[in-house]
């Protein structure tokens, strides 16, 4: 076979070239070829934070008119269940989270079984709530570190009684989220990480336990940015809150939180782009201070403002 010339080669060697780049530009599983989604977060709010309306019907109607899709209850709670669920039909909103109202008084963390038996049954009396609301999560805190409950006991009891837990969250179709919070208690994402790891690692839990991710909280320690990319698909539900480093220096710890959304430390374009690129595509749900429809209908704006990034 007669030798190339140096047009001819220099010709193949571009094409080659071409046609390599091409390849990884369509290559399955490439980062050309799967670009970042864009995320399309539907807007709820707490329960607690509507404060009008004389019933739950007339709460709901109120979220729903303010521009929100869902609301997230408490569980357990003094609702009846026929009274929860007139409101969710006739306003045609979701509830998409239930809170466990048990966890802070009684820790799944603590070295006292009694205490957390109890803490196991509100849990477990959260995720019927969730069921029966057509909810697909329970926030759980699931310890609480301080001088009389150490971290090292709070980790094992906590995993334990989740793990215990799991089978029933299982059979409800619910998921159990873990959310970070001011309770001394898995403070970095990769702890959170390696924490969920433990739980899961019996197989049993593996597909019920995640994390409910509160924006506001971290920003204490860290970057939610940073929380969402490395906790990826683990994320259930978001809180939506800010937080002012600022406020804190001058004020005290607890005035950080007193700031209006979009006017925090959140930098809610980059969050946007974390949600973006780990494919989050779920609910943002406000815990702010409440109000009438003129305060809800400012925070649903300002929600829409930030998701916007």
């Given at each position: 076979?007669?030798?190339l010339?140096?047009?001819?080669l220099?010709?193949?060697?571009?094409?080659a070239?071409?046609?390599?780049a091409?390849?990884c530009?369509s290559a399955?599983?490439?980062?050309?070829?799967?670009p970042?989604?864009?995320?399309?977060?539907?807007?709820?709010?707490?329960i607690?934070?509507?404060?009008?309306?004389e019933?739950l019907r007339?709460k709901?109607?109120?979220?729903r008119?303010?521009g929100?899709?869902?609301?997230e209850?408490?569980?357990p709670?003094?609702?009846?269940?026929?009274d929860?669920?007139?409101a969710?039909?006739?306003?045609g909103?979701?509830?998409?989270?239930?809170?466990?109202s048990?966890?802070?008084?009684?820790?799944l963390g603590d070295?006292?079984?009694?205490?957390?038996?109890k803490g196991r049954?509100g849990?477990?009396a959260?995720?019927?709530d969730?069921?029966?609301y057509?909810a697909?999560?329970?926030l759980?805190?699931p310890?609480v570190?301080?001088?009389?409950r150490s971290y090292?006991?709070?980790?094992?009891?906590?995993?334990?009684?989740i793990r215990?837990?799991?089978p029933?969250?299982?059979?409800l179709?619910v998921?159990?989220?873990?959310?970070?919070?001011?309770n001394?208690f898995i403070l970095?994402p990769t702890?959170?990480?390696?924490?969920?790891d433990?739980?899961?690692?019996?197989g049993?839990a593996?597909?019920v336990?995640?994390w409910?991710?509160?924006l506001?909280?971290?920003?204490i320690?860290?970057?939610?940015?940073?929380?969402?990319r490395?906790?990826?698909?683990?994320?259930?539900?978001?809180?939506?809150?800010e937080?002012s480093r600022?406020?804190?220096?001058?004020?005290?710890?607890?005035?950080?939180f007193d700031?209006?959304l979009g006017e925090?430390?959140n930098?809610?374009?980059?969050?946007?782009?974390?949600?973006?690129e780990?494919?989050?595509d779920?609910?943002?749900?406000?815990e702010?201070?409440?109000?009438?429809?003129?305060r809800?209908?400012?925070?649903s704006?300002?929600?829409d403002?930030?998701f916007?990034?």
């Amino acid at each position: 076979m007669p030798a190339l010339d140096r047009r001819a080669l220099l010709t193949l060697s571009t094409a080659a070239l071409a046609g390599a780049a091409l390849a990884c530009q369509s290559a399955p599983g490439s980062a050309a070829a799967r670009p970042a989604k864009k995320r399309k977060l539907r807007k709820a709010l707490g329960i607690g934070m509507i404060g009008a309306g004389e019933t739950l019907r007339d709460k709901f109607l109120l979220a729903r008119d303010c521009g929100f899709a869902g609301v997230e209850m408490d569980g357990p709670s003094g609702n009846k269940l026929e009274d929860v669920l007139a409101a969710r039909d006739a306003s045609g909103l979701a509830i998409p989270s239930v809170v466990d109202s048990e966890h802070w008084s009684h820790s799944l963390g603590d070295p006292d079984p009694a205490e957390r038996a109890k803490g196991r049954a509100g849990l477990e009396a959260a995720l019927r709530d969730a069921h029966a609301y057509g909810a697909s999560s329970v926030l759980l805190v699931p310890a609480v570190v301080d001088k009389n409950r150490s971290y090292d006991v709070a980790w094992t009891h906590s995993i334990a009684e989740i793990r215990a837990t799991a089978p029933l969250a299982r059979e409800l179709g619910v998921k159990i989220a873990i959310e970070n919070v001011w309770n001394n208690f898995i403070l970095t994402p990769t702890e959170a990480n390696r924490y969920l790891d433990e739980i899961t690692s019996d197989g049993i839990a593996s597909d019920v336990v995640g994390w409910h991710l509160d924006l506001g909280n971290l920003l204490i320690y860290g970057w939610p940015e940073q929380w969402v990319r490395i906790l990826g698909p683990r994320i259930q539900k978001l809180h939506i809150k800010e937080f002012s480093r600022k406020k804190m220096d001058d004020l005290g710890r607890w005035k950080g939180f007193d700031v209006e959304l979009g006017e925090g430390d959140n930098d809610w374009p980059a969050i946007m782009r974390a949600l973006d690129e780990v494919g989050y595509d779920g609910w943002g749900i406000a815990e702010v201070d409440g109000g009438d429809a003129v305060r809800l209908k400012d925070v649903s704006a300002r929600m829409d403002r930030c998701f916007a990034g």
